[in-house]
């Protein structure tokens, strides 16, 4: 299946000059949407992990149900003020700006392995905000996949020491 097909390009936005990829069209498309978490399990398939992690907010989209279909706990990461109990925090950069993500602090325990599961990789912020997270709680990043990966941003250089799979590229 060509998941590109499924992808729907919105030019200047959230700002001019952004060519946003909208995910919203391949997440209706049942076919596609199974599709997409069948291929991060082939991904994955030889990958000894505990958990799923997912930054806000589509990481929450594709990393619970992939979570779900391995039998593996889901994490979320958020923004701030979103979590209930005790969190620790990282700020990062976006391509258009910059943000804070914060974890549970008991969300991950010393030595667990984690992948991280996103809809796009850009510059690689949000990420290596997420990795940073994760490592701060003793956790192991053993793998990071994504939908799609906007290779012009370079942003798989920022995660150069860790096994990053994308599904589509641009």
């Known amino acids: 299946m060509d998941l590109?097909?499924?992808i729907r390009v919105i030019p200047d936005f959230p700002e001019k000059g952004i060519r946003f990829k909208d995910i919203t069209t391949l997440l209706k498309d049942g076919d596609a949407f199974k599709y997409t978490i069948d291929q991060f399990q082939k991904e994955l398939q030889n990958k000894d992990?505990?958990?799923v992690i997912g930054p806000e907010?589509?990481?929450f989209i594709?990393?619970?149900p992939l979570a779900y279909a391995?039998?593996?706990g889901f994490i979320p990461v958020r923004k701030p003020g979103k979590l209930p109990s005790e969190t620790i925090r990282s700020e990062y950069k976006l391509e258009y700006g910059s943000d804070v993500l914060e974890?549970?602090?008991?969300?991950?325990?010393?030595g667990q392995k984690?992948?991280?599961a996103d809809d796009l990789l850009a510059t690689g912020g949000t990420i290596l905000s997420t990795i940073k997270l994760v490592e701060d709680l003793g956790g192991e990043v053993v793998g990071i996949v994504?939908?799609?990966e906007l290779t012009y941003l370079n942003g798989r250089e920022l995660l150069k020491n860790y096994d990053v799979r994308s599904l589509i590229q641009y």
């Open 70 to 72: 391995m039998n593996k």
């Open 57 to 59: 907010s589509r990481g």
């Open 114 to 116: 984690v992948v991280i």
């Open 62 to 64: 594709v990393g619970t």
């Open 49 to 51: 992990f505990d958990l």
């Open 4 to 6: 590109k097909e499924k």
């Open 146 to 148: 994504f939908l799609i």
């Open 103 to 110: 974890i549970h602090k008991d969300a991950i325990k010393p």
